[in-house]
């Protein structure tokens, strides 16, 4: 997971930034700052990545900053104002985003900055007939089997979704993941999703619901998880 932290004078900017932040699954947001001078404190005390950075900001500009810095992290920087590409560039930015920003350009930039800097190496997991280890964010969590309702794969990385917790995010892909679990207690169901079965309690044509949470059942697997409801249905 790349930390992260954002840094706009611009609220609406801001705002949309910690949006694409959230919503890109190998970024972890750390912190936010609506002015250079108060993220200074922080990346002073504390281990960050990569820097989204407005140039146009009050009292120093983002290009400034960075230029202040002893040892920066990466630094992606965004502007309403073109002319100061050039000058990104010089300071080693891994790109420069132009205001207003679409999802897909920040995630382009965000990716080049995983590709060139951040390779991913793919977690191990350790496990035993009732529970797997997995590490999450820089920490390696204890996972009993029975606790887990369903897993979303997301491009390198899984969400296992716990019952009643927060869902944790571990870099690996869903095939090896599914190669681990027990295989009398889950099914894999769609390319991007692994259900619990004990934990299947409605299904609506061919979707698992969990909570307000439809799972669909994607053809390649429709006759497996059909001979699953076959075998428990009372006739």
Known sequence: MIKCIAIDDEPLALKQML???????????????????????????????????????????????????????????TTAYSEYAFDGFKVNAVDYLLKPIAYSEFLKAASKAQELYFKPQEETIEHNDEYLFIKSEYKLVRIN???????????????????????????????????????????????????????????????IVFDKTYIPVSEQYKAEFQSFLDDKFLK
């Not at 190998?26 to 609506?34: G, Q, Y």
């Not at 002015?35 to 009050?58: G, R, T």
Request: charged share 25%; no cysteine; glycine share 2%.
């Open 19 to 77: 949006a694409y932040i959230n919503k890109t699954g190998f970024l972890s947001l750390v912190a936010d700052f609506d002015s250079a001078i108060e993220a200074l404190p922080f990346l002073q005390n504390n281990e960050v990545d990569l820097m989204f950075v407005d140039i146009n900001m009050p009292d120093i500009n983002g290009m400034e900053f960075v230029k202040s810095l002893n040892n920066p992290p990466k630094v992606i920087f």
């Open 145 to 207: 089997y029975r606790d887990i309702k369903y897993i979303e794969g997301m491009r390198e990385y899984v969400r296992i979704f716990l019952d009643n917790d927060t869902p944790l995010m571990a870099l690996m892909s869903i095939k090896k993941l599914v190669e681990h679990l027990p295989s009398k207690d889950f099914m894999r169901v769609h390319r991007s999703f692994i259900v619990n079965l004990n934990k299947v309690n409605m299904v609506e044509r061919m979707r």
